[in-house]
Protein backbone atom coordinates (compact mmCIF):
# COMPACT_ATOMS: atom_id res chain seq x y z
CA UNK A 1 0.00 0.00 0.00
CA UNK A 2 1.14 3.69 -0.57
CA UNK A 3 2.58 5.41 2.31
CA UNK A 4 0.25 8.37 3.13
CA UNK A 5 1.83 12.02 2.15
CA UNK A 6 0.81 14.51 3.84
CA UNK A 7 2.63 16.86 2.08
CA UNK A 8 -0.07 16.44 -0.95
CA UNK A 9 -2.31 17.81 1.70
CA UNK A 10 -0.69 21.50 2.11
CA UNK A 11 -2.85 24.98 0.53
CA UNK A 12 -1.01 27.04 -1.39
CA UNK A 13 -0.94 29.38 1.08
CA UNK A 14 1.10 26.83 3.30
CA UNK A 15 3.55 26.91 0.23
CA UNK A 16 4.13 30.45 0.00
CA UNK A 17 4.95 30.98 3.29
CA UNK A 18 8.87 31.64 3.40
CA UNK A 19 10.93 30.68 6.99
CA UNK A 20 12.90 33.79 5.89
CA UNK A 21 16.89 34.66 5.46
CA UNK A 22 16.80 36.05 8.99
CA UNK A 23 16.01 32.77 10.71
CA UNK A 24 18.15 30.86 8.22
CA UNK A 25 20.72 33.24 9.02
CA UNK A 26 20.24 32.93 12.85
CA UNK A 27 19.74 29.04 12.44
CA UNK A 28 23.14 28.49 11.11
CA UNK A 29 24.58 31.02 13.47
CA UNK A 30 23.06 28.25 16.24
CA UNK A 31 24.47 25.15 14.37
CA UNK A 32 28.21 26.95 13.96
CA UNK A 33 27.97 27.99 18.01
CA UNK A 34 27.03 24.41 18.47
CA UNK A 35 30.00 22.66 16.92
CA UNK A 36 32.59 25.32 18.98
CA UNK A 37 32.96 27.94 16.46
CA UNK A 38 33.11 31.59 17.57
CA UNK A 39 30.19 33.74 16.04
CA UNK A 40 29.11 37.58 16.70
CA UNK A 41 25.94 37.68 15.36
CA UNK A 42 24.37 41.24 14.41
CA UNK A 43 21.17 39.43 12.94
CA UNK A 44 18.44 39.84 15.00
CA UNK A 45 16.29 42.88 15.41
CA UNK A 46 15.25 43.03 19.06
CA UNK A 47 16.80 45.17 21.94
CA UNK A 48 19.39 43.59 23.39
CA UNK A 49 17.73 45.41 26.83
CA UNK A 50 15.52 43.92 29.38
CA UNK A 51 12.20 45.17 29.64
CA UNK A 52 11.72 48.77 31.75
CA UNK A 53 11.42 47.42 35.97
CA UNK A 54 8.15 49.19 36.28
CA UNK A 55 6.44 47.05 33.19
CA UNK A 56 7.74 44.26 34.29
CA UNK A 57 6.27 45.02 37.71
CA UNK A 58 2.82 45.65 35.84
CA UNK A 59 2.78 42.54 34.54
CA UNK A 60 3.52 40.36 37.74
CA UNK A 61 1.03 42.50 39.78
CA UNK A 62 -1.47 41.73 36.98
CA UNK A 63 -0.93 38.29 37.59
CA UNK A 64 -1.37 38.15 41.02
CA UNK A 65 -4.73 40.41 41.13
CA UNK A 66 -6.74 37.56 38.10
CA UNK A 67 -5.88 39.41 34.98
CA UNK A 68 -5.40 35.89 33.41
CA UNK A 69 -8.60 35.50 31.53
CA UNK A 70 -9.31 35.81 28.22
CA UNK A 71 -9.34 39.62 27.17
CA UNK A 72 -12.08 41.07 24.77
CA UNK A 73 -11.01 41.05 21.00
CA UNK A 74 -9.96 44.37 20.53
CA UNK A 75 -8.39 44.64 23.65
CA UNK A 76 -9.50 45.85 27.21
CA UNK A 77 -11.56 49.52 26.92
CA UNK A 78 -8.23 51.33 29.18
CA UNK A 79 -5.55 50.10 26.82
CA UNK A 80 -7.62 50.83 24.09
CA UNK A 81 -8.60 54.47 25.86
CA UNK A 82 -4.43 54.88 26.23
CA UNK A 83 -3.36 54.63 23.25
CA UNK A 84 -5.84 56.26 21.49
CA UNK A 85 -4.94 59.11 23.54
CA UNK A 86 -1.07 58.66 22.95
CA UNK A 87 -1.69 58.55 19.50
CA UNK A 88 -3.31 61.94 19.74
CA UNK A 89 -1.12 63.72 21.65
CA UNK A 90 2.38 62.41 20.59
CA UNK A 91 1.20 61.76 16.75
CA UNK A 92 -1.19 64.30 16.04
CA UNK A 93 -4.04 61.56 15.39
CA UNK A 94 -7.09 62.55 16.26
CA UNK A 95 -8.22 58.39 16.75
CA UNK A 96 -11.05 57.29 19.35
CA UNK A 97 -10.56 53.97 21.51
CA UNK A 98 -12.95 52.54 18.89
CA UNK A 99 -10.53 53.14 16.39
CA UNK A 100 -7.59 50.85 18.27
CA UNK A 101 -7.34 46.92 17.92
CA UNK A 102 -4.82 45.42 20.13
CA UNK A 103 -2.83 42.16 18.54
CA UNK A 104 -0.24 39.58 19.80
CA UNK A 105 2.37 41.56 18.31
CA UNK A 106 2.63 44.26 15.29
CA UNK A 107 3.46 41.66 12.99
CA UNK A 108 -0.18 39.78 14.15
CA UNK A 109 -1.90 43.40 13.48
CA UNK A 110 -0.12 43.58 9.96
CA UNK A 111 -1.50 40.37 9.14
CA UNK A 112 -5.01 41.41 10.51
CA UNK A 113 -4.70 44.61 8.07
CA UNK A 114 -3.53 43.32 4.89
CA UNK A 115 -6.62 39.91 5.48
CA UNK A 116 -9.13 42.52 6.38
CA UNK A 117 -8.15 44.81 3.00
CA UNK A 118 -6.52 42.35 0.94
CA UNK A 119 -7.77 39.79 -1.21
CA UNK A 120 -7.30 37.08 -4.48
CA UNK A 121 -6.10 39.79 -7.34
CA UNK A 122 -5.60 42.95 -4.83
CA UNK A 123 -2.33 44.53 -4.71
CA UNK A 124 -0.35 46.18 -2.77
CA UNK A 125 3.23 48.82 -3.51
CA UNK A 126 5.82 47.66 -1.30
CA UNK A 127 8.76 50.06 -1.40
CA UNK A 128 11.97 48.34 -1.25
CA UNK A 129 14.21 47.96 1.44
CA UNK A 130 10.92 46.48 3.32
CA UNK A 131 10.85 44.54 6.46
CA UNK A 132 10.10 41.17 5.52
CA UNK A 133 6.99 39.90 6.78
CA UNK A 134 4.99 42.71 4.21
CA UNK A 135 6.04 40.93 0.97
CA UNK A 136 4.65 37.51 3.32
CA UNK A 137 1.58 39.05 4.65
CA UNK A 138 0.24 39.82 1.10
CA UNK A 139 0.81 36.73 -0.51
CA UNK A 140 -0.66 35.23 2.81
CA UNK A 141 -4.05 37.13 1.66
CA UNK A 142 -3.86 35.57 -2.04
CA UNK A 143 -2.81 39.27 -3.08
CA UNK A 144 0.09 40.65 -4.95
CA UNK A 145 3.12 42.07 -3.85
CA UNK A 146 4.34 45.13 -5.71
CA UNK A 147 7.77 46.21 -5.16
CA UNK A 148 8.92 49.29 -5.74
CA UNK A 149 12.84 49.59 -5.75
CA UNK A 150 15.23 52.07 -4.57
CA UNK A 151 19.04 52.08 -3.80
CA UNK A 152 21.74 53.42 -1.23
CA UNK A 153 21.91 56.92 -3.47
CA UNK A 154 18.59 57.41 -2.77
CA UNK A 155 19.08 57.13 0.90
CA UNK A 156 16.95 54.20 0.33
CA UNK A 157 13.85 55.85 -0.13
CA UNK A 158 11.80 55.61 -3.77
CA UNK A 159 11.10 58.88 -5.33
CA UNK A 160 7.55 59.44 -4.95
CA UNK A 161 7.03 59.15 -9.08
CA UNK A 162 8.46 55.78 -8.72
CA UNK A 163 5.92 54.67 -6.60
CA UNK A 164 2.63 56.48 -8.41
CA UNK A 165 4.02 54.05 -11.55
CA UNK A 166 3.55 51.05 -9.62
CA UNK A 167 0.19 51.91 -8.59
CA UNK A 168 -2.68 50.03 -10.91
CA UNK A 169 -6.46 50.08 -10.63
CA UNK A 170 -5.96 46.70 -8.33
CA UNK A 171 -3.50 48.70 -5.86
CA UNK A 172 -5.59 48.90 -2.20
CA UNK A 173 -2.65 49.34 0.41
CA UNK A 174 0.51 51.47 0.10
CA UNK A 175 3.02 50.54 2.98
CA UNK A 176 5.39 53.00 4.10
CA UNK A 177 7.89 52.27 6.95
CA UNK A 178 8.80 55.05 9.14
CA UNK A 179 11.50 54.46 10.58
CA UNK A 180 12.50 51.77 8.20
CA UNK A 181 13.81 48.31 8.79
CA UNK A 182 16.22 47.21 7.32
CA UNK A 183 17.64 50.89 6.77
CA UNK A 184 16.87 53.44 9.77
CA UNK A 185 15.57 55.76 6.72
CA UNK A 186 12.98 58.13 8.07
CA UNK A 187 10.58 59.85 5.67
CA UNK A 188 10.87 63.60 5.46
CA UNK A 189 7.49 65.45 6.13
CA UNK A 190 7.79 66.96 2.63
CA UNK A 191 8.25 63.28 1.26
CA UNK A 192 5.44 62.02 2.68
CA UNK A 193 3.22 65.22 1.69
CA UNK A 194 4.31 64.41 -1.49
CA UNK A 195 2.49 60.58 -0.66
CA UNK A 196 -0.31 62.21 0.59
CA UNK A 197 -0.96 64.10 -2.72
CA UNK A 198 -0.55 60.64 -4.83
CA UNK A 199 -3.08 59.32 -1.94
CA UNK A 200 -5.62 61.98 -2.74
CA UNK A 201 -5.03 61.10 -6.05
CA UNK A 202 -6.52 57.40 -6.15
CA UNK A 203 -9.64 57.37 -4.15
CA UNK A 204 -8.88 53.72 -3.47
CA UNK A 205 -6.08 53.52 -1.92
CA UNK A 206 -5.03 52.93 1.80
CA UNK A 207 -1.48 53.68 3.59
CA UNK A 208 -0.18 51.48 6.03
CA UNK A 209 2.41 53.00 8.43
CA UNK A 210 4.45 51.21 9.77
CA UNK A 211 5.78 53.27 13.16
CA UNK A 212 7.58 50.89 15.40
CA UNK A 213 10.77 52.70 15.26
CA UNK A 214 8.94 55.52 16.53
CA UNK A 215 11.00 56.06 19.63
CA UNK A 216 14.47 55.04 17.98
CA UNK A 217 14.77 58.13 16.46
CA UNK A 218 18.40 60.07 16.59
CA UNK A 219 17.82 62.44 14.26
CA UNK A 220 14.73 64.88 12.51
CA UNK A 221 11.12 64.26 13.03
CA UNK A 222 8.64 61.54 13.44
CA UNK A 223 5.84 62.45 11.41
CA UNK A 224 2.95 59.83 11.17
CA UNK A 225 1.67 59.54 8.33
CA UNK A 226 -2.09 60.04 9.56
CA UNK A 227 -1.55 63.32 10.82
CA UNK A 228 -1.31 64.72 7.31
CA UNK A 229 -4.25 66.94 5.95
CA UNK A 230 -7.40 64.33 5.06
CA UNK A 231 -4.97 61.36 5.59
CA UNK A 232 -6.45 59.84 8.59
CA UNK A 233 -9.32 58.21 7.30
CA UNK A 234 -6.55 56.77 4.68
CA UNK A 235 -4.06 55.21 6.64
CA UNK A 236 -3.85 52.35 9.22
CA UNK A 237 -1.43 53.10 11.56
CA UNK A 238 0.54 50.55 12.90
CA UNK A 239 2.75 50.37 16.33
CA UNK A 240 3.75 48.19 18.98
CA UNK A 241 5.37 47.45 22.02
CA UNK A 242 8.53 45.14 21.19
CA UNK A 243 11.26 48.08 20.04
CA UNK A 244 11.00 51.08 21.73
CA UNK A 245 9.86 49.32 24.87
CA UNK A 246 11.69 46.79 24.63
CA UNK A 247 8.90 43.97 24.74
CA UNK A 248 9.73 41.56 21.83
CA UNK A 249 8.73 38.87 23.32
CA UNK A 250 5.65 40.04 25.41
CA UNK A 251 4.21 40.00 22.00
CA UNK A 252 1.92 42.99 21.74
CA UNK A 253 1.02 45.13 19.04
CA UNK A 254 -1.82 47.63 17.43
CA UNK A 255 -2.85 48.97 14.48
CA UNK A 256 -5.47 51.92 14.20
CA UNK A 257 -7.72 52.39 11.52
CA UNK A 258 -11.19 54.12 10.47
CA UNK A 259 -14.13 52.26 12.23
CA UNK A 260 -15.43 49.51 8.90
CA UNK A 261 -11.53 48.69 8.60
CA UNK A 262 -11.22 48.27 12.82
CA UNK A 263 -13.66 46.53 13.15
CA UNK A 264 -12.86 43.99 10.25
CA UNK A 265 -9.45 44.17 11.98
CA UNK A 266 -11.08 42.65 15.15
CA UNK A 267 -12.86 39.91 12.98
CA UNK A 268 -9.55 38.47 11.80
CA UNK A 269 -7.75 38.84 15.51
CA UNK A 270 -10.84 37.47 16.65
CA UNK A 271 -10.68 33.87 14.25
CA UNK A 272 -7.00 33.77 14.53
CA UNK A 273 -6.38 34.24 18.08
CA UNK A 274 -9.02 36.18 20.34
CA UNK A 275 -8.26 38.96 22.40
CA UNK A 276 -4.28 39.71 23.18
CA UNK A 277 -2.63 38.56 25.93
CA UNK A 278 -4.57 40.23 29.32
CA UNK A 279 -1.70 40.43 31.94
CA UNK A 280 0.58 41.71 28.79
CA UNK A 281 -2.16 44.40 28.20
CA UNK A 282 -2.04 45.87 31.95
CA UNK A 283 1.98 46.13 31.51
CA UNK A 284 1.31 48.18 28.36
CA UNK A 285 -1.02 50.75 30.41
CA UNK A 286 1.66 51.01 32.66
CA UNK A 287 4.48 51.45 30.03
CA UNK A 288 2.66 54.07 28.42
CA UNK A 289 1.59 55.83 32.08
CA UNK A 290 5.06 55.38 33.21
CA UNK A 291 8.28 57.51 33.32
CA UNK A 292 9.97 57.37 30.19
CA UNK A 293 13.57 57.37 31.07
CA UNK A 294 14.24 52.91 30.54
CA UNK A 295 12.79 54.12 27.10
CA UNK A 296 15.35 57.27 26.59
CA UNK A 297 18.53 55.47 28.10
CA UNK A 298 18.30 52.80 25.30
CA UNK A 299 17.64 55.66 22.56
CA UNK A 300 20.96 56.88 23.64
CA UNK A 301 23.04 53.56 23.51
CA UNK A 302 21.58 52.96 20.12
CA UNK A 303 22.38 56.47 19.41
CA UNK A 304 26.35 55.64 19.94
CA UNK A 305 26.18 52.39 18.86
CA UNK A 306 25.01 53.93 15.16
CA UNK A 307 28.06 56.26 15.38
CA UNK A 308 30.45 53.61 15.79
CA UNK A 309 28.85 51.40 13.30
CA UNK A 310 28.92 54.19 10.43
CA UNK A 311 32.53 55.35 11.64
CA UNK A 312 33.38 51.40 11.02
CA UNK A 313 31.69 50.97 7.71
CA UNK A 314 32.96 54.09 5.99
CA UNK A 315 36.32 53.20 6.35
CA UNK A 316 36.39 49.94 4.31
CA UNK A 317 37.15 51.43 1.37
CA UNK A 318 34.19 49.93 -1.42
CA UNK A 319 31.10 49.83 0.83
CA UNK A 320 28.37 52.71 0.54
CA UNK A 321 26.24 53.66 3.35
CA UNK A 322 23.55 55.94 4.02
CA UNK A 323 23.08 57.99 6.89
CA UNK A 324 21.18 55.99 9.86
CA UNK A 325 18.47 58.74 11.44
CA UNK A 326 16.76 55.93 13.47
CA UNK A 327 16.74 52.65 14.39
CA UNK A 328 18.84 50.13 15.69
CA UNK A 329 20.11 48.72 11.80
CA UNK A 330 22.71 49.85 9.41
CA UNK A 331 22.38 48.67 5.39
CA UNK A 332 25.44 49.44 3.86
CA UNK A 333 25.88 48.28 -0.16
CA UNK A 334 28.26 45.81 -0.56
CA UNK A 335 27.98 45.76 -4.37
CA UNK A 336 31.55 46.64 -5.02
CA UNK A 337 32.57 43.25 -3.15
CA UNK A 338 30.19 41.28 -5.54
CA UNK A 339 31.27 39.09 -8.12
CA UNK A 340 35.03 38.76 -6.43
CA UNK A 341 36.97 35.98 -4.96
CA UNK A 342 37.55 34.24 -2.05
CA UNK A 343 39.75 31.80 -2.80
CA UNK A 344 39.25 29.87 -5.88
CA UNK A 345 35.40 30.46 -5.54
CA UNK A 346 33.74 33.61 -7.19
CA UNK A 347 30.85 35.44 -4.77
CA UNK A 348 27.98 36.52 -6.50
CA UNK A 349 25.46 37.23 -4.73
CA UNK A 350 24.88 39.20 -1.00
CA UNK A 351 23.45 35.89 0.69
CA UNK A 352 26.24 33.86 -0.84
CA UNK A 353 28.78 36.83 0.79
CA UNK A 354 26.55 36.44 4.14
CA UNK A 355 26.96 32.70 4.21
CA UNK A 356 31.00 32.96 3.26
CA UNK A 357 31.50 35.74 6.01
CA UNK A 358 29.87 33.60 8.72
CA UNK A 359 31.35 30.48 7.41
CA UNK A 360 34.63 31.94 6.83
CA UNK A 361 34.94 34.83 9.72
CA UNK A 362 33.02 34.33 12.00
CA UNK A 363 30.37 37.56 11.48
CA UNK A 364 26.58 36.71 11.28
CA UNK A 365 24.96 39.62 9.50
CA UNK A 366 21.70 39.27 6.83
CA UNK A 367 21.62 39.09 2.92
CA UNK A 368 19.70 42.34 1.64
CA UNK A 369 17.71 40.09 -0.45
CA UNK A 370 15.67 39.38 2.35
CA UNK A 371 14.19 42.80 2.01
CA UNK A 372 14.15 43.00 -1.24
CA UNK A 373 17.89 44.75 -1.81
CA UNK A 374 19.81 42.28 -2.75
CA UNK A 375 23.28 44.79 -3.28
CA UNK A 376 22.81 45.32 0.33
CA UNK A 377 23.48 44.00 3.65
CA UNK A 378 21.64 44.24 7.42
CA UNK A 379 23.43 44.65 10.34
CA UNK A 380 21.84 45.00 14.08
CA UNK A 381 23.32 46.95 16.11
CA UNK A 382 21.44 45.97 18.99
CA UNK A 383 24.11 44.27 20.35
CA UNK A 384 27.26 45.30 22.64
CA UNK A 385 29.95 48.05 21.64
CA UNK A 386 32.26 45.09 22.29
CA UNK A 387 30.29 42.88 19.68
CA UNK A 388 30.02 45.54 17.03
CA UNK A 389 33.66 46.35 16.81
CA UNK A 390 34.45 42.46 16.62
CA UNK A 391 32.06 42.71 14.24
CA UNK A 392 33.18 45.49 12.24
CA UNK A 393 36.86 44.41 12.26
CA UNK A 394 35.78 40.27 11.18
CA UNK A 395 33.61 42.43 7.99
CA UNK A 396 36.37 44.58 7.34
CA UNK A 397 38.84 41.25 7.10
CA UNK A 398 36.43 39.52 5.17
CA UNK A 399 35.68 41.81 2.58
CA UNK A 400 39.13 43.53 1.96
CA UNK A 401 40.12 39.77 1.55
CA UNK A 402 38.01 39.42 -1.98
CA UNK A 403 40.21 39.52 -4.40
C1 LIG B 1 9.17 47.28 10.72
C2 LIG B 1 8.65 46.26 11.67
N1 LIG B 1 7.33 46.18 11.88
C3 LIG B 1 6.82 45.27 12.72
C4 LIG B 1 7.62 44.39 13.41
C5 LIG B 1 6.95 43.37 14.29
O1 LIG B 1 7.08 43.63 15.63
P1 LIG B 1 6.32 42.79 16.75
O2 LIG B 1 7.40 42.21 17.60
O3 LIG B 1 5.48 43.78 17.49
O4 LIG B 1 5.51 41.75 16.07
C6 LIG B 1 9.00 44.43 13.24
C7 LIG B 1 9.87 43.47 13.93
O5 LIG B 1 11.00 43.23 13.58
C8 LIG B 1 9.53 45.40 12.36
O6 LIG B 1 10.85 45.50 12.15
Redesign the pocket.
Known sequence: MKQFDSSALLSPRASTADEGAIIRMSQKTRDLRALGHDIVSLTI??PDFDTPLNIRDAAKDALDNGFTHYSPVAGIPELREAIAQKLRTENGLNYQSANVVLA???????SNAVLAIIGPGDEAVIPAPF?V?YEGSVKFAQGKAVIVPSDVSENYKPPVARIAAAITPATKLLFI?SP???TGAVWTRAELEQIAELVRAHPKLMVLS?E??EYILFDGEMVSFGSLPGMLERTIT?N????GFA??GW???YAAAPLPVAQAMARMQSIISAGANQFVQRAALAALHGPRDGVESMRLAYSARRDLVLKGLRAIAGVQIAPIPATFYAFPDVSAFLGRKAGNHVIETTDQLCDWLLESHGVSLVPGTAFGAPHSIRLSFAASEADIKKALLRLEQGLLSLK
Open positions: GENGTKQAIWSNSNPDIYLGFSKMTRLG
